[in-house]
């Protein structure tokens, strides 16, 4: 008795078409549907690394989504991915005691009272 795979391979009876053009075939024993040749799933490298960079340019995931065709919620989980595969906590070696700050203002007592630091 040959397996339902190969009669997908050699097919008995044609069982309509996928929904992506492709040609469905149907199993006279099992009547189970096959196609010929299952294509790869998922999105090519290239795209996951534009839509990371542009993430890290500081474009929003919708705006990615709309620029690319990439749902945002797939670019979401690349992003949590490529947040699990940095190190948790960066180690420095000396903590600096010079630091920039540019137009700092806090209030004393009310808004009235305002000193620039």
């Known amino acids: 008795m040959r397996s339902s ?7 008995n009876r044609l069982g ?3 929904k992506r053009g492709k040609q469905n075939y149907l199993c006279k024993n099992c009547l189970r549907q096959f196609i010929d040749s299952y294509s790869s799933l998922g999105y090519p490298d290239s795209i996951k690394k534009y839509c990371l ?3 890290l340019e500081g474009n929003g995931l919708r705006r990615i989504e ?13 992003v949590k991915l490529a947040g699990l595969s940095l190190p948790k906590q960066l180690e420095y070696d000396e903590i ?3 630091a920039q700050i540019d ?6 007592g009310n808004k009235k009272n305002k000193i620039w630091l």
């Open 5 to 11: 795979l190969s009669y997908a391979l050699h097919p």
């Open 16 to 18: 309509g078409c996928y």
């Open 53 to 55: 960079h542009l993430y």
């Open 66 to 78: 709309r620029l690319t065709g990439v749902s945002h919620n797939t670019v979401i989980n690349w």
């Open 96 to 98: 600096s005691e010079v």
């Open 103 to 108: 137009e700092w203002q806090t209030f004393v």
